[in-house]
């Protein structure tokens, strides 16, 4: 098992770091999903699809034996999200000045 250094809340950080990325993934196949809603749309999408995701990560980690459930973890998987929507927004307002 692989161990994390002691530090306070780096398993958060982790948690932010990981849905991040996966929101600027989600958020990369705009252009080739076929969805008649704005690009702005799409980010809220993006938040809402991450969110759930973190949601099912920490369901399913409730059934397995050597892992937990934390509120706190879901809402650092949120955060992540929002923040890579967060950042594509305030590249597409950059673009569209």
Known sequence: MI??????????GVHIMEFFILGILFIQTYPSVRLRI????????????????????EWHQFYVPTRTTSAADFLADTVGGLLASGLAFVRYEKRHV
Not at 5 to 12: A, E
Not at 38 to 50: A, K, N, P, R
Request: proline fraction near 7%; charge should be negative.
């Open 3 to 12: 161990r994390l250094p002691n530090v306070p809340f780096f398993d958060k």
């Open 38 to 57: 704005s690009y702005q749309e799409y980010l809220y999408l993006g938040v809402v699809i991450v969110a759930l995701y973190g949601f099912s990560d």
